[in-house]
């Protein structure tokens, strides 16, 4: 039987090898250029919407908010509220919130906070001067109220938003009532959370979803922002008027006044 010999391995010049090493850093360079892109675009956004978000004194606006909870058997349950939000800085605020098992108000006038429980036709207040920043530093320290849309509309949304964040991303864009936006995902530790801000001239903020990944499902909360103004409001909107026969009571009285209902899921 004849012998073929077997055919010897090409060896690339040494132009060929710097192509294949130049060829090998690009796919390595590339994406992570690409990344850097990403991430550098979506905080630049980011910092477009929050220097925006302060340079308005007034602001009114109304939302809808979607808040899931998980059950002990794992089924995922969402519950829906809408309200208004007026605000003045630095100084007030005025918020309602009602939903399918409580209907709140909030009330800041620069000295007093006061909660009013409608549905119970009962209040609660208390002595807090100072700015709506710390108004709401407060309530998440003192009273383990988180109000995660309130990130928002502070002062400095960009310093607030993105003090841990590990990962920021451009996607694209969305379309958001009919609106163009800017779609903006970021990943932080425990959670990652996403914003839509509208495009152009206007960088508001149209919808903002928090992921937790502490808990099995991924529950979510979603704010849905809807008719952004910039109108001033009367000094009226701010103060407090007891409704008649409410009763003022502690803030440790008050119960059943959250998104999700006590006692509802199980």
Not at 100 to 106: L, Q, R
Not at 212 to 218: E, L, N, Q, R
């Amino acid at each position: 039987m004849s012998s073929v010999a077997s055919p010897r391995p090409r060896v690339p010049p040494l132009c060929g090898w710097a192509t294949v090493i130049t060829l090998s850093f690009m796919t390595v360079l590339i994406p992570a250029a690409h990344a850097q892109s990403q991430d550098d675009s979506a905080k630049k956004l980011l910092k477009t919407m929050s220097d925006y978000v302060a340079s308005q004194k007034d602001i009114s606006i109304a939302y809808d908010s979607d808040i899931e909870v998980i059950t002990a058997d794992l089924q995922k349950i969402q519950f829906t509220s809408s309200g208004q939000l007026q605000l003045s800085r630095p100084d007030k605020v005025h918020a309602s919130r009602t939903g399918g098992y409580a209907d709140v108000e909030f009330f800041f006038d620069g000295k007093t906070f006061t909660f009013l429980a409608k549905h119970l036709n009962s209040y609660a207040q208390s002595q807090s001067p100072g700015s709506v920043d710390q108004l709401v530093d407060r309530l998440r320290s003192e009273y383990f109220v988180e109000a995660p849309g309130a990130d928002l509309l502070i002062s400095n949304v960009y310093g607030k938003l993105i003090e841990d964040v590990i990962d920021a991303k451009h996607i694209g864009l969305g379309v958001i009532d009919g609106v163009e936006c800017e779609h903006l995902a970021f990943r932080n530790l425990d959670v990652d959370w996403q914003v839509w801000i509208e495009a152009g001239a206007r960088p508001i903020p149209r919808k903002y979803v928090i992921t937790s990944k502490a808990v099995t499902g991924g529950p979510q909360y979603t704010l849905h922002v809807k008719d952004w103004k910039t109108d001033a409001a009367t000094a009226d909107a701010f103060t407090f008027k007891p409704p008649p026969a409410a009763k003022k009571i502690d803030f440790k009285e008050l119960a059943n006044v959250d998104e999700v209902p006590t006692g509802v899921v199980r």
